[in-house]
C-alpha cells in the first residue's frame, strides 16, 4: 500500500517556473514506477512524465526540453521541475505510483493532485 501527497503547486507567469513535490508513505517505494499526469479543465488526464524503479524517464512531447522528472528513494520522494511554463500547462498535477516499467493511466496508487495555474 502506498499513499502519495502531491505538493508546490501555484500560480506562476508564463515564463516561470514551479518545482512539484510528491512524497510517499508506505514500504517498497523504490520498486514502484512513478509518474505525473495532469488533467485540464473539460480534458482527458494526460501523462506529463515517468519515471522507472531503475530511474529512466519519458516525457510527453509537449513537456520535452522544459520539465524534468527525478526521484530520491532515500527520502521515498518524486519530483518534477517545470521550467518555461506555458498557459496550456495549466492543470491539477497529479503523482501515480504503479509496478510495471513504467506507471500507466490505470496504475494503483494516485495522490490528491495539486493545481497549477499559468495565466495567458
Known amino acids: 500500500q502506498v499513499q502519495l501527497v502531491e505538493s508546490g503547486g501555484g500560480l506562476v507567469q508564463p515564463g516561470g517556473s514551479l518545482r512539484l513535490s510528491c512524497a510517499a508513505s508506505g514500504t517498497f517505494f523504490s520498486a514502484y514506477a512513478m509518474g505525473w499526469y495532469r488533467q485540464a479543465p473539460g480534458k482527458q488526464r494526460e501523462l506529463v512524465a515517468r519515471?522507472?524503479?531503475?530511474?529512466?524517464?519519458n516525457y510527453a512531447d509537449s513537456v520535452k526540453g522544459r520539465f524534468t522528472i527525478s526521484r530520491d528513494n532515500a527520502k521515498k520522494m518524486m519530483y518534477l521541475q517545470m521550467n518555461s511554463l506555458k498557459p496550456e500547462d495549466t492543470a491539477v498535477y497529479y503523482c501515480n505510483a504503479g509496478l510495471g516499467y513504467y506507471s500507466d493511466a490505470d496504475a494503483a496508487y494516485w495522490g490528491q493532485g495539486t493545481q497549477v495555474t499559468v495565466p495567458s
Open positions: 519515471i522507472s524503479s531503475g530511474g529512466s524517464t
